[in-house]
Structure formats: C-alpha cells, structure tokens
C-alpha cells in the first residue's frame, strides 16, 4: 500500500470543498407563477420530449438514407502489385495494337484503378416499399413527439397544481395553528379569570401541539411536490423553483357524443396504430419482393499501367458496361416462411388498430364521468365550506357568552379547517380531470 502524505490529503479535501462551494453557484432558479409558464419549461427543458423529437429526427434521415435506393452507387478502388514474373508480349507484335496487352494479362509492376458504377433497374417493388416504410415510419414518430406533448401537459398540469394544493394546505394549517394560539390564549385569560376549566385549558394546549406535526408533514408535502414538478420540467433537483398561483375553478363544457369523434379523429394513438399497420403492410410488400428477380446495369472504367505515370493513357485504359439479374432458386423456404410471418404481423396491427380505437373511446367516457362527478364534488364541498363557516361565527358567539364548551368550539374550527381543505383538494381533482379530459380529445390547454 502506497502512503499517503498529509499534503496529498489536503489537495484532495480542497478539491472536495471547492466542489460543495461550487455546485450552489451553478444551480439554475426558476419562478413560476402560473401554468403557461411551467409548461414554456417543460417544453423547453423535459428529457422525455427531447428524446421524442431526436427520435423523430433520426427517422427523418433514415428517409434519406431509405431514398439513396433509387440513386446510383458508384465505387473507386486503387492498387499496386509486385509479381515475379509476368506475361509479357515483343514489342513488334504490340504495333498497331490500340490498347496495351498488359492490362488484360499484368504487369511485374502493377499499378491499378477502378471506377465502378451500379443502378438498380428491378428489385420488384423492394426500394419503393422501404422507401415508402421509412416515410411512414418519420410521420409515426412525428405523432409519437404529439402523443408526449399531450402526456406532458397532462404531467406538469398534476405537478404544478400539486405544488400549488401543497402550499394552500400549508395556508390552511398555519392559519389554524394562528387561531389555536388566539384561543388558548382567550382560554388562559379565562382559566385566570375562573371562568373555565383546567381541562378546557389543557384541551386547548393539546390541540395545539397535534396541529404541529401536520404543518410539518404539510410542508414536506410541498417540498416532496416541488421534487416531482422540479423532474416533470426537467430541472435539477439543486435548482430552486419557487411556485405561486391559484387553484380556481372553471367549469368546463364538454358534450359526449361530439367528444367520441373527436378523439377518434385527432389521437395521436389513432394514427400511430394507423401508421403503424401500413408500416407492416409495406412490410409485407418488401417480404414479396424476394420471390422476383433483382435486375441491375453497371458501368466500369479499369486503368492499368506498369507505370503510375502512365496510368491515365488511353492505351492503358478500358471500361465495361453490361447487366446483371440474379434470382434465388432454393433458400429452404426461408422466403415463404418470412412472408407468412410478415402478413401474421400485420394481422396482429389490424387488430391492435381496431383495440386503440375502442380503448379511446373507454377513455374519453371514463375522463367526461370523472369531470361530472368533480363538479358535483365542488358544489357540494363548496356549500360545506360556507356552512362551516357560519357555524364557526355561531360557535364562537356560543362560547364567549359561555353557551358553548371549549370542546365544541375547537371541533368546529377543525371541521372548517377540513372543509377548506376539501374544497381546494376537489378543485384540483377538477383541474386535474379537465386535463386528462382535454388529453383524451386531444387537445391542448
């Protein structure tokens, strides 16, 4: 084992120290006060959609690359050669020969080069339907990059008013804990007064005490929901957000029927199951395509000398153009068997087809019943709200005239404190219904 000096160790430690000090200072701080700004940086910012849009990009240049099909290939090769011995022919018999012998038969010395040029005539049909595939394939990753967009909305509306439900709630308890201290205070003067009980004293002291532990678990609540919208926006958990706004409720009109179609029409999952299956299809196409021959014309241009000065002279020079055709007679029935597997394939995406369409149509009815029922929560929460609010002005009335018992009255600020909490908690199921609403007809918010 190698010893360690002291000097070493403290490198090291600065090293470390200076990287604590430094990480603070690279944390970005975000401020978002409403939904549009959250969503400008979930856009901007969110991983998940980032790798969407690459992966759409990538299929737009494999349709680039699935369009050089149609293009011809031309190669470029070049050589040299030492042999020990070579044919060679006298130089009297080489007189009015136009091209030199040696570039049929080599030289000692020899120098080579090929131009080679090669086009597809006939594949039946093998180029078109790649080429065709790979268009597809970019407009289903295009659909692929909407279906995140829409997912996305749906995660940073949860998220945000999440955070924004975790602070009201916070509100809430605080301003309980406020008036649990206002009233074991009024208690205590009444305590001394002799007009109350030690047990009504103590009861008060206690109630205060079992408020604390839910302020704590309320504002670990909101730190725990400023994580979670922190990642659906895609920033560092050592960045400092800071969130505000309300959560209001905004009724929102929505017709079944009228939905229905919509969602059939505009679902990204509609054209994706779509696209999905003409993908196969063409699929299909390419697998048939075997079974006819490949035909194809080519052009070559051979340079050889014995000399690289040499090389480019006409009498050093020959080119070849002709076609070829070629046809796999036996394969073991691999093509058969491969064709078979391509049609079952697009069997399977005909029907995952038709399931997508019935699976929307469960969703939009399942999201249009969940944003009834929240609007009839919201009423009903909304009229407990009010009543536990009169209720509290008579319990406090009741208690100061000493109609009332310390008990009942601090029962009563707690039921509000309940009803309050209620109300905001189903305005948010409603905001969070309306997005999974607008999500399932495909629209934005």
Do not use: C
Not at 61 to 81: D, I, K, Q, V
Not at 109 to 129: I, K
Not at 156 to 179: C, E, N, P, S
Not at 290 to 316: K, M
Request: no cysteine; hydrophobic share 40%.
């Amino acid at each position: 084992m190698l010893p360690v000096s002291w000097k070493h160790l403290k490198t090291v430690f600065s090293f470390l120290l200076f990287g604590m000090l430094l990480r603070p200072a690279l944390a970005e701080s975000f401020t978002v006060t409403s939904f549009e700004e959250a969503w400008k940086i979930g856009l901007a910012r969110n991983l998940r959609l980032q790798e969407s849009e690459k992966r759409a990009a990538e299929a737009g240049e494999a349709l680039h690359r699935a369009r050089a099909l149609f293009m011809p290939r031309a190669t470029l090769g070049t050589g040299y050669a030492y042999r020990d011995a070579a044919f060679t022919i006298p130089p009297l018999l080489m007189k009015d020969i136009p091209k030199d012998p040696g570039i049929f038969t080599g030289y000692k010395n020899d120098w080579t080069m090929r131009l080679q040029v090669e086009q597809t005539l006939f594949a039946g049909g093998r180029n078109r339907s790649t080429y065709q595939m790979a268009e597809k394939d970019k407009a289903l990753q295009e659909e692929n990059v909407r279906l995140r967009r829409l997912n996305l909305e749906m995660e940073i509306t949860r998220a945000y008013y999440g955070a924004v439900l975790a602070l009201q709630v916070v509100q809430i308890k605080q301003d309980l804990i406020d008036q649990s201290r206002r009233h074991l205070a009024e208690v205590s003067r009444r305590f001394q007064a002799g007009d109350v009980s030690r047990f009504d004293r103590l009861r008060a002291e206690v109630q205060l005490a079992n408020l604390q532990p839910e302020l704590i678990r309320s504002r670990n609540n909101v730190e725990m929901a400023l994580a979670l919208l922190k990642n659906v926006l895609g920033l560092d958990q050592s960045d400092r957000l800071t969130v505000s706004g309300q959560i209001e409720y905004v009724p929102e009109k929505a017709d079944l029927p009228s939905s229905l179609a919509q969602a059939l029409q505009k679902r990204p999952e509609t054209q994706i199951t779509r696209l999905a299956r003409e993908m196969q299809e063409k699929a299909v196409q390419v697998s048939r395509s075997r079974f006819f021959p490949l035909i194809g014309a080519f052009y070559t241009q051979d340079f050889r000398s014995s000399h690289v000065s040499s090389l480019f002279e006409e009498r050093q020079r020959n080119w070849t153009i002709g076609m070829n055709l070629s046809l796999p007679l036996f394969e073991g029935g691999s093509r058969r068997y491969q064709l078979r597997e391509e049609r079952l394939k697009a069997e399977q995406a005909r029907l995952r087809e038709q399931q997508a369409g019935r699976d929307i149509q469960v969703e939009v009815i399942q999201a249009w019943l969940e944003l009834q029922r929240s609007a009839e929560v919201i009423e009903s929460q909304k009229q407990t709200v009010a009543q536990a609010e009169e209720a509290l002005k008579i319990a406090n009335i009741s208690y100061a005239g000493g109609v009332l018992t310390n008990l009942e009255q601090m029962d009563t600020q707690l039921a509000l404190d309940q009803a309050r909490i209620n109300y905001i908690t189903a305005i948010y199921d409603y905001i969070v219904g309306r997005a999974a609403y607008r999500k399932a007809v495909a629209e934005h918010n």
